[in-house]
């Protein structure tokens, strides 16, 4: 089992960057594919990317290909998100999940441990 936290947003203009973090409990870090999902209000969560167990591979949502950078860190159980030239249909909050072995990297069913969200506000 792994526990997520996750930290780092805020309140940032249009063009703007942030780095969002999160944090897993445990030594099997490097166990888990690591993802980052959003959900904007009245809306469904949605993908925004994922890193293999190694960090050898990642993925990402078209949206925001090009603007954000997922890495990890296994010596220190993290994950981030670091999100340039910030647009505000980004706002919304930002969630960490974990799996062992998701089939779809994309699919927000197929992970089994998620960190309680961070909100991410983008102003025009």
């Known amino acids: 089992q792994v526990q997520l936290v996750e930290s780092g947003g805020g309140l940032v203009q249009a063009g703007g960057s942030l780095r969002l973090s999160c944090a897993a409990s445990?030594?099997?870090?490097?166990?888990?594919?690591m993802g980052w999902f959003r959900q904007a209000p009245g809306k469904e969560r949605e993908f925004v990317a994922a890193?293999?167990?190694?960090?050898?591979?990642?993925y990402y949502a078209d949206s925001v290909k090009g603007r954000f950078t997922i890495s990890r860190d296994n010596a220190k159980n993290t994950v981030y998100l670091q999100m340039n030239s910030l647009k505000p249909e980004d706002t919304a909050v930002y969630y960490c999940?974990?799996?062992?072995?998701?089939?779809?990297?994309?699919?927000?069913?197929?992970?089994?441990?998620w960190g309680q969200g961070t909100q991410v506000t983008v102003s025009s």
């Open positions: 999940a974990a799996d062992p072995d998701p089939e779809e990297y994309g699919s927000k069913w197929e992970y089994e441990y």
């Open positions: 445990g030594r099997t870090f490097s166990s888990y594919v």
């Open positions: 890193i293999s167990w190694s960090g050898g591979s990642t």
